[in-house]
């Protein structure tokens, strides 16, 4: 904490890393060439580094614990944190294009494990592409979540291509999820959640969850709260849209 309190990007007070040092522009072009790391295959991913507390040191196998969870375009990692503590035991990553923020979320993490020992030893970040590399950090059906929390709309017709949900890269996510894993969704432009929605009900290997369901997964009710994005659109009054689908099995 003396480490902390010596940073003019942490804050005194909390011990955390302060926004407004961390700030860059709201998206990116998920199809301009970046330079960064990628693992060659998910065997590659060296769990080390993200979760040193069940994995102490670097290359150790542990097959009975992968990453469960993956934050598409996590922001500053709100979503993270608060499934973090809802779900201790299990992995999570945030996957972000953004250099700034994801150090912004990396410093995040660190300062909690700091501040609050035996917590948050679950979540990690990864600075990435997620439509190009998904498959680099993922086996097939190893996750049980996906999270796509108020992504680029793309507005322009041309730019719909750039979508992190489309047809082409639901493919890609039905391979990574689990049968009954859960991709959720939401948004504040209306056309871009009948979009997602759309895509999500023409994909053969999603199908919405009931009401009934929706009701029951505490996870739903975090989707509008746990963001800064979610939190800035309730201050605003404005009205969301989500929408939250089951991976099945193909019908033959």
């Known amino acids: 904490m003396l480490e902390n309190e010596a940073k003019p990007t942490f804050s005194k007070s909390t011990g955390l890393p302060r926004k407004r040092f961390y700030r860059a522009r709201a998206h990116s072009n998920p199809l301009s060439d970046s330079h960064f790391p990628v693992p060659i295959s998910p065997s590659h991913v060296d769990y080390s580094l993200h979760y040193p507390h069940f994995f102490p040191s670097s290359g150790e196998v542990n097959c009975t614990k992968k990453i469960q969870f993956a934050d598409v ?3 500053f990692g709100g979503m993270l944190i608060s499934l973090s503590t809802l779900f201790p035991e299990t992995l999570m990553i945030g996957m972000e294009l953004r250099d700034k923020v994801t150090e912004y979320v990396k410093e995040r993490i660190l300062a909690l494990r700091v501040s609050k020992p035996g917590q948050y030893e679950n979540v990690s970040v990864v600075r990435t592409n997620s439509m190009k590399y998904i498959p680099n950090y993922f086996e097939k059906g190893q996750l049980s979540k996906m999270f ?13 291509r750039r979508r992190v949900i489309s047809p082409h890269l639901l493919d890609e996510y039905a391979y990574v999820l689990q049968v009954g894993g859960i991709v959720y969704t939401i948004t504040d432009v209306e056309e871009l959640g009948d979009w997602m929605k759309r895509c999500l009900e023409s994909h053969p290997m999603f199908e919405a969850l009931t009401e009934e369901e929706l009701e029951a997964d505490p996870v739903v ?5 746990a963001t800064e994005e979610g939190q800035k ?9 989500k929408a939250v689908f089951r991976r099945i099995s193909p019908s033959l």
């Open 73 to 75: 375009g996590c922001g």
């Open 148 to 160: 796509f929390l108020f992504p680029d709309p793309h507005f322009k017709e041309k730019n719909h």
């Open 221 to 225: 009710k975090l989707l509008s709260t």
């Open 233 to 241: 659109v309730a201050r605003n009054g404005g009205q969301t849209y």
